[in-house]
Nanobody, 122 residues
């Protein structure tokens, strides 16, 4: 059974940093991607970044490019999202997810974590 568990959210002032972790388990091969998504109340969930487990390709949406970094530690089965220069508009519940396609499209992901709250104060 595939499981994803996020951690690392919290409250930070604008300009600060947070690092999110996503521990993945239950996969039988490397043919999948891990994506980070976020959602605020009343809005659709949106993709932030993704990484291919097979070749470590990465992708960022424009709003986080240059501020966020996605990486993974194969030995720990963990994907990280390092978030720097945080802005109040980054406030959201952040989710990690796993799917067969290297994309930040929500519909392409089959497995989701429970989410972790990130709050950036101004």
């Amino acid at each position: 059974e595939v499981q994803l568990v996020e951690s690392g959210g919290g409250l930070v002032q604008a300009g600060g940093s947070l690092s999110l972790s996503c521990v993945a388990s239950g996969f039988t091969n490397d043919d999948y991607a891990i994506g980070w998504f976020r959602q605020v109340p009343g809005k659709e969930r949106e993709g932030v970044s993704c990484i291919s487990v097979s070749d470590d390709s990465t992708y960022y949406v424009d709003s986080v490019k240059g501020r966020f970094t996605i990486s993974r530690d194969n030995a720990k089965n963990t994907v990280y999202l390092q978030m720097n220069s945080l802005k109040p508009e980054d406030t959201a519940v952040y989710y990690c997810a796993a799917g067969p396609i290297f994309t930040v499209m929500v519909a392409a992901y089959d497995y989701w974590g429970q989410g972790t709250q990130v709050t950036v104060s101004s």
